[in-house]
């Protein structure tokens, strides 16, 4: 880039901004992690995990230094992240409410589920409360086929899942 006057100027990283603060911390057990796996393209999972461990989700900056770090095309980097459920590209609440609607928990009656969780939460799935408290969010499939619908309540999966159950559950983090 070139200024009024001629001269180049060096423009700044724009991973080194937006992901972090410079100097913080978690950029280097981020780094420490792609170290340690040699930075190979076949520990990206492991390192998505990381990533959403230290930072809480994955934003488009973190997945691009990623991309950059492990030399993988940004498209495969968000096909990865965007695949499983487990990982979140928008910064999620306090709390997280995920229902499955794979086959077997949709047949069973998780659709029906997700619609009366968005009515009794007047959230929409994929969202997060404004008050930042609550997640309410989907996912294709938890693999508890057997104990179809199934729901993970803060990383804890609940079975044989009803409107009832669950609302019972997210009573107790708001009385």
Not at 17 to 34: F, H, Q
Not at 37 to 63: C, M, N, T, W
Request: hydrophobic share 45%.
């Amino acid at each position: 880039m070139q200024t009024k006057r001629g001269k180049r100027m060096a423009l700044p990283s724009p991973q080194a901004e937006r992901v972090a603060p410079v100097g913080d911390s978690r950029l280097k057990l981020l780094e420490a992690t792609m170290k340690r796996h040699q930075y190979r393209a076949d520990a990206l999972i492991e390192v998505l995990h990381k990533g959403q461990e230290l930072f809480g989700y994955l934003s488009p900056a973190l997945l691009t230094l990623i991309a950059r770090s492990l030399r993988l095309p940004p498209s495969r980097v968000y096909g990865v992240a965007t695949f499983y459920h487990f990982f979140a590209l928008a910064p999620q609440g306090e709390h997280t409410c995920t229902v499955c609607l794979g086959t077997a928990c949709y047949v069973k009656g998780g659709a029906a589920l997700l619609a009366e969780l968005e009515q009794a939460t007047a959230l929409r799935a994929g969202t997060t409360s404004a008050d930042g408290r609550l997640s309410l969010l989907t996912a294709r499939c938890l693999g508890a086929c057997g104990i179809a619908p199934a729901v993970v309540i803060d990383g804890a999966v609940t079975g044989h899942a009803t409107s009832a159950i669950v609302q019972g559950k997210l009573r107790e983090w708001f009385d």
